[in-house]
């Protein structure tokens, strides 16, 4: 399976690491590949250190402005004229999406994926890695939404949130092929 990670890029604490680690190692051993970002920095060097020690394949698509980080040795790399090609480009690649923790960049890749899902326009399924409760405030956000009658379709058919690795990968393996 091709899974799409949104993550950051920043250099993060151990209690963001250790976790991506162990996805990251999860997702190689499984034989599936990560598509990703492409940088060689922060948790997305993380992610694909791991994938790739663990033996699975990585598939870089990074954007001209910061090919510079791109990571060298991966077994494909893409760059792009901008940010939305590049989102357009790994969803185009992806079977499943997760999105782990990250800044203004990953919550923006992350509305988009599921402003799209939510039109149908792509019927794949989306894991919000909620590691050390950081996504516990958008979750809610979420909730309310759909409470109030914001969301056209139940938030379990939009968005997974997982507690971990584990349970981010099981939901991915149960539902791909699926859609």
């Not at 993550?7 to 993060?12: E, I, P, R």
């Not at 919000?128 to 956000?141: E, H, P, R, V």
Request: charged residues 25%.
């Amino acid at each position: 399976m091709n899974i799409c990670v949104f993550c950051s890029a920043a250099d993060l604490d151990d209690r963001y690491t250790a976790p991506a680690r162990e996805f990251a190692r999860l997702i190689g051993r499984g034989g599936h590949t990560l598509v990703w970002g492409g940088s060689d920095v922060g948790l997305m060097k993380v992610m694909a250190d791991g994938v790739q020690e663990a033996g699975g394949r990585l598939v870089g698509v990074s954007v001209e402005f910061l090919a510079s980080k791109a990571r060298a040795g991966a077994d494909e790399m893409v760059i792009t004229g901008d940010l939305a090609e590049r989102k357009a480009e790994m969803l185009a690649r992806a079977d499943a999406i997760v999105i782990m923790v990250g800044g203004t960049g990953t919550l923006d890749e992350a509305t988009e994926i599921l402003e799209l899902k939510k039109h149908n326009l792509h019927a794949k399924p989306v894991v919000l890695l909620n590691t050390a409760g950081f996504y516990d405030g958008l979750k809610l956000q979420f909730e309310r939404m759909e409470k109030e009658g914001f969301l056209p379709l139940p938030l379990t058919g939009l968005v997974f949130f997982a507690e971990d690795g584990v349970g981010a990968l099981a939901y991915l393996e149960e539902t791909h092929g699926q859609v």
